[in-house]
């Protein structure tokens, strides 16, 4: 399968052989609230669900390919994930029943270097068929659509990757094809910041003071994931790191408290990765 593939094909052997369990050994301890090599202070995520993890992955999580969960989770073979450079450690569990408990948010994730592009048109109120014609521009270029935002009178669509970047031969032909249905607008470089979890609608009141975060930042597009598993924001891709940290210490306080074994989410990564006459026992 190529780079990468490694995780997706230790799932699909897996469930060819009805294993009882299947162990991911990578350079990190499992998924955290953050990405643990720009922000210390994420925690480490104890378990999860597979849906839950297989969004984080999407999202921007390296630790796992997200083809990889899908077939473990039809067979419901738990997936632990190791670290080969810390062994010591517990991994995070990935199983069926993580997912009792309600509403969580999980993690905050970012994804750098994405194109945003907006159609402008009062053609498009009221009109069927618009929205349909401007992504047979995208698929006949084969670019891949992220986020998607519509209003009345205009349309914004977020790219993941654009082959030979926004001056390429491809982007350009994109504009091309574009400008006779509307304005088009483009912001480029921009990054996706997105708060993951489960019943993402139903924590919206504690989500309250951590979206002080934007003050004084731009927002070019807010997405609600339709499984209610993300609430994505498209910005400035250098304001993300800062709102990244920002958001998560407002999520994600330090834990200072002695941990169960049982608990949800465990130390943070600095602690984790401290000598050990210094490390949290755990």
Known sequence: LGRGGSDTSAALMAVCLEAAALEIWTDVPGLFTADPRRLPDARHIRRVGYR????LAAMGAKVLHPRCLPP???AGIPV?????LHPELSGTRIEPDANRGGPAVTAVTARAGRTLVTVSTLEMWAA????ARVFAEFGALG???????TSQSAVS???DEVPGGVSGPTFQSLLERLRPLGAVEVVHPCAVVSIVGRAIRSVLPRLGPA???FEER????VSDSSEDLNLSFVVDEADAPALVSRIHGRLFPAADEPLTEDARLGETWGRLTAPADGRHSR
């Open 52 to 55: 839950e993890a297989q969004e």
């Open 72 to 74: 473990v989770a039809r």
């Open 80 to 84: 632990r994930v190791e670290s080969t």
């Open 128 to 131: 069927s068929g618009f929205l």
């Open 143 to 149: 670019l891949s659509v992220d986020l998607v935002g």
């Open 157 to 159: 669509l977020t790219l």
């Open 211 to 213: 979206l002080q975060a």
């Open 218 to 221: 731009p927002v070019h597009l």
